[in-house]
């Protein structure tokens, strides 16, 4: 026998998330160590000494995975509206005045996110970790937030070394020269200090405790010079891990793709050999025919963001078509700053009902049950886990949540997916287990004291908001006309490759 704890939850409901979708409508689920050890009607029966959580009055399902996150937004919910991307962008991450902040406050800022996702059920998150400016011990602090929270996290290391100038189109002949000088004089890290910081965190941090894992990103393929894809591909291999890149998130992208390199954006990472089942494309918006058979045929996944898609008014993936042609798709909130949650119920929501308008084919929408899906084995998929996460099975790591039958949105219970994209919120999550360990049991974080954990960063963040912010918004301003100006000529360019997002309202009309 093995000395390993055992735990049982005891006669709950349990949606299972595996292939067949099996579920039951009472079983337990036993729990030795970290892993799931079996899953039945009285599989817990007559275990002696093992700890036991009764989920008579519970659901139990499979911890959910955001397979896109940016923590180094926390300090930024709720701060901005009616902004398209590129305008966004240049207020969250200004050129000009970008704040530098203390170790304390990156620990502070991830550990917001990573309160938010223990308490919406998520027990994995891919936090597409924006890291630069800001040096290698900041980055550790944040990483320490997810140790710390006792949440599975896949921290990527951001790349890019092609600066605003020459990833934007236009915008040489837009803005001003001497502004363009001062862009130019801004502190920039090579490719080779990028690439070195990639390898010194992965050193460092990956396989932590069995729960940390670091993922290569190269933030935009034109935000990429040829070396450093080659690199990345190379490096993903060798290391086996994902590449998690953004990826026709806006028609300003396609735009600059098709002027840039005369082809669409995954048919420019095709020619690196970047097509590959490693490699996760985030918000694949405005993506032709022939991109989503090249998607399908490499085995790569989109990681869907409906909140932040919905937000920046950039479009709607063609999940219906990815799904149809055998794409992976896996679920993300997106940054803190453009969905203003971590909380990926929220977004399962949203993914259940955005795909319906837009078409009177109701053959076509995207159910609940698709994103469900999504936001676990599609998210353990882009992140190579399937095997590991994703779904309650016996030999997979024990990410299991529990959500109280009890909560006025599970009442009547008439389908635990749909009351749980459809009716429920995150209030009904009330227990949660990532690796065998309860970090949140009847609402309550038992990791840490989340009452002083809450003050710490309350404190910050609003420090942040009175004291940061300003220099901000007033870098922001120095650029925002020229910004605007290169946005709206963007979108007024026809897009011969056939690049077309179903628009909510356009009906059957696909373009
Ligand atoms: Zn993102």
Same mark, same amino acid.
């Given at each position: ?35 799931? &050890? =079996? $899953?039945?009607?009285?599989?817990? %029966? @007559? /275990?002696?000494?093992?700890? !036991?959580? *009764?989920?008579? #009055? ?8 955001n397979a896109h996150l ?70 550790? &602090? =944040? $990483?320490?937030?997810?140790?710390? %929270? @006792? /949440?599975?996290?896949?921290? !990527?290391? *951001?790349?890019? #070394? ?141 990681v869907?963001n ?24 896996a679920l993300g909130t997106d ?177």
């Open positions: 026998m093995s000395a390993e704890p055992v735990l049982v939850i005891k006669d709950g409901c349990v949606v299972t998330g595996d292939a067949k979708d099996t579920r039951h409508d009472r079983a337990d689920i036993v729990v030795r160590g970290n892993r799931i &050890a =079996a $899953i039945g009607p009285d599989a817990g %029966a @007559g /275990l002696a000494g093992a700890e !036991t959580i *009764d989920a008579a #009055d519970a659901v139990a399902m499979p911890g959910l995975v940016h923590s180094n937004e926390g300090f930024e919910q709720g701060a901005y509206d009616n902004l398209p991307l590129e305008p966004w962008l240049l207020q969250s991450y200004p050129p000009f005045g970008f704040p530098l902040l203390s170790e304390e406050d990156y620990y502070l800022r991830t550990m917001l996110a990573a309160v938010e996702s223990i308490r919406a059920g998520v027990t994995t998150v891919q936090d597409d970790y924006v890291h630069l400016p800001g040096t290698p011990e900041a980055q550790d &602090a =944040a $990483i320490q937030a997810y140790l710390d %929270a @006792g /949440l599975r996290a896949w921290v !990527t290391v *951001d790349l890019w #070394d092609v600066g605003l100038l020459d990833c934007l189109p236009y915008v040489r002949s837009i803005i001003p020269q001497p502004i363009q000088d001062e862009i130019l004089a801004l502190p920039f890290t090579s490719t080779a200090e990028q690439l070195a910081l990639f390898q010194r965190h992965f050193e460092k941090w990956h396989g932590r405790d069995g729960r940390i894992r670091i993922v290569i990103a190269p933030c935009g393929p034109q935000r990429c010079s040829p070396a450093m894809l080659r690199e990345i591909g190379r490096l993903a291999e060798a290391l086996d891990i994902p590449i998690h890149s953004h990826t026709l998130e806006t028609k300003l992208q396609a735009v600059h793709a098709r002027a840039q390199w005369g082809k669409s954006v995954v048919e420019y990472l095709d020619g690196f050999g970047l097509l590959s089942p490693r490699l996760a494309i985030v918000h694949g918006i405005w993506l032709t025919e022939r991109d989503i058979a090249l998607l399908a045929a490499n085995g790569c996944t989109v869907h409906p909140l932040s898609n919905l937000k920046l008014g950039s479009g709607l993936c063609p999940v219906r078509k990815l799904l149809d042609a055998g794409v992976n798709v940054g803190l700053a453009t969905s203003d949650t971590a909380d990926l119920i929220e977004a399962i929501r949203a993914a259940s009902l955005i795909h319906k308008p837009g078409t009177h084919d109701y053959a076509q929408w995207v159910s609940a049950a698709d994103v469900f899906r999504m936001a676990t084995m599609g998210g353990a998929r882009s992140g190579l886990m399937e095997r590991e996460v994703g779904s309650l099975e016996p030999g997979k790591k024990a990410d299991i949540i529990l959500l109280d039958r009890g909560a006025w949105g599970f009442i009547p219970l008439h389908d635990p997916v749909r009351n749980l994209a459809f009716s429920v919120t995150s209030e009904a999550v009330e227990t949660v287990i990532v690796d065998g360990r309860i970090v949140m049991r009847d609402r309550e974080i038992t990791v840490f004291d989340e009452a002083a954990m809450r003050g710490r960063v309350r404190e910050a963040a609003e420090r942040f908001r009175r004291e940061r912010v300003p220099a901000m918004r007033a870098g922001a301003q120095r650029l925002e006309p020229h910004i605007r100006a290169m946005y709206y000529r963007a979108a007024a360019e026809a897009l011969p490759l056939g690049e077309a997002p179903r628009r909510i309202g356009a009906n059957q009309r696909q373009s």
